[in-house]
């Protein structure tokens, strides 16, 4: 993401997304076991969107340029 490329973002992504399932298969359904599992990862994964949005708009702009 550094050199303005979506890839690393999109792993993240990944990582993150494949953490549920982890989260699910080590804890359960207990709202209190998924909390330190998820949150920081989540809000790490919300920065990383918004940051893909912009790097998208930067590219297609650096494309029309």
Known sequence: MLRQQA???WLYLLAWFLTI???I???GFDFW???PRLLG???I???VAFSLLTLS???K???HA
């Open 7 to 9: 890839l690393g973002g």
């Open 21 to 23: 399932p982890w989260t």
């Open 25 to 27: 298969y080590e804890v």
């Open 33 to 35: 076991g998924w909390l």
């Open 41 to 43: 990862p989540t809000l």
């Open 45 to 47: 994964a919300i920065a």
């Open 57 to 59: 708009r930067i590219q």
């Open 61 to 63: 702009e650096a494309r």
